[in-house]
């Protein structure tokens, strides 16, 4: 327990000085006196733009994803009872992308709901995609394997990866589009 404890207490500290790295350097670097008058409210309304509105924003929320991603990934994995799990093995990540990626191939995202949109719609394409891998997973009168889940989740992902690809290249000359559904064939063995 005392080792977890001194690796948790570790982590924290490098990703604190990290941090403080990351908010002293950049296009305009500040020294460390500088941000530290932002942090307090003497600094100049230069610094406290660069400081509160662009890097500790991006900071703080790099932080939060962080933490939601390794959460997520312990929960998977512990659910799954398998330690390569991930959203990316699975074919989740492929589910949300080709949702986004289609919205953005037929409606070509220039509109200012688009920014609201693709990220509600990259969430429905991943519950979507876990939905499917379930679904494929599921045998009457038997308990979901954790080893079915994988192998259909493993299949399901190089699908949907093919189907981002060809999604992609429809957005090119046509003969790309047909090209890459033939090879996307051969990868998935059909």
């Known amino acids: 327990m005392k080792k977890k404890g001194f690796i948790l207490l570790f982590m924290t500290v490098l990703m604190v000085l990290v941090a403080i790295i990351s908010i002293n350097s950049g296009k305009m670097n500040l020294t460390p006196a500088e941000v530290m008058s932002v942090i307090l409210g003497k600094g100049t309304p230069k610094q406290n733009l660069i400081i509160m509105d ?8 790099a932080v939060c994803v962080g933490i939601g991603m390794g959460i997520s990934g312990c929960i998977m994995q512990s659910l799954l009872r398998n330690d390569m799990a991930s959203p990316g093995t699975l074919g989740i ?3 949300s992308g080709l949702f986004v990626l289609i919205f ?4 070509s995202a220039k509109s200012n709901s688009s920014a609201i949109l693709m990220p509600v719609l990259s969430f ?3 519950m979507t995609a876990a ?18 889940i994988d192998f259909n989740g493993c ?11 060809t999604a992609y ?22």
């Open 54 to 61: 662009f890097r500790l924003p991006r900071i703080i929320l």
């Open 93 to 95: 990540s492929s589910g």
């Open 104 to 107: 953005v191939v037929i409606f």
């Open 124 to 126: 429905v394409g991943g």
């Open 131 to 148: 939905g499917l891998i379930f679904l494929l997973s599921y045998r009457k009168n038997k308990d979901i394997s954790p080893h079915r």
């Open 155 to 165: 299949s399901a992902g190089k699908r949907l990866w093919c189907a981002n690809y």
């Open 169 to 190: 290249s429809e957005t090119g000359p046509k003969s790309d589009g047909i090209y890459t559904a033939l090879e996307c064939r051969q990868f998935v063995g059909r």
